[in-house]
């Protein structure tokens, strides 16, 4: 029994599914000509992702198994781009419109990212005003006690030691929480 809990399926796991909506976007914007950045975007915003895990997935276990799909998407590209060779303007015309799609899809995902980032910093923000008025509070606890000669000095040098490790082992898993909330900076896109 203690086998059978151990491998338990994690709730962030992987299913077929995802990986083949994956695949089938990453081979869209391969055969657009797009790059596997926008499709990591793209692919995030549908599968509840970061745009890092889906790049993640893609290059460490999804790609090796759909060689033969990547190359036909190039080469249906090529066709592509030889089509639109003869007609410079519409050829212009073509990557300009992909482009200014391209940019908008990848605000909109980065905006939803924002907007979450926002919410978490203004819950810091609470938390962090939180603590801060509880140290002043035991700031002015200590304050009294001293001025009353409740604690000698040893007590006192104890007391304002325990409240600043405190304070610090507090502040250390804010910073290391805020430090994993951050968005990737960007994942290389790869051809």
């Given at each position: ?48 992702r970061t745009p890092a895990a889906c790049g ?70 609470r938390t962090v005003t939180h603590l801060e ?59």
């Open positions: 029994m203690e086998t059978v809990e151990r491998w338990t399926t994690r709730s962030d796991a992987w299913a077929p599914e995802d990986d083949k909506k994956l695949a089938d976007i990453v081979l869209r914007h391969i055969r657009e000509g797009s790059t596997q950045l926008s499709a990591f975007v793209e692919a995030a915003s549908e599968l509840g993640y997935r893609w290059n460490g276990i999804i790609r090796k198994n759909y060689e033969e799909a990547i190359q036909e998407a190039k080469r249906v590209k090529k066709e592509r781009l030889a089509q639109t060779r003869g007609r410079r303007g519409r050829r212009r015309q073509v990557g300009h419109q992909w482009n200014i799609d391209a940019v908008i899809q990848s605000l909109r995902a980065w905006e939803e990212v924002f907007q979450k980032m926002e919410r978490e910093n203004a819950e810091l923000r008025d509880k140290v002043r509070s035991l700031e002015e606890e200590n304050r009294q006690l001293r001025e009353g000669g409740a604690l000698s000095q040893a007590e006192q040098l104890r007391h304002d030691s325990r409240e600043f490790l405190a304070l610090v082992d507090r502040a250390r898993k804010l910073f290391q929480e805020i430090g994993e909330k951050q968005p990737p900076l960007g994942v290389k896109a790869q051809e």
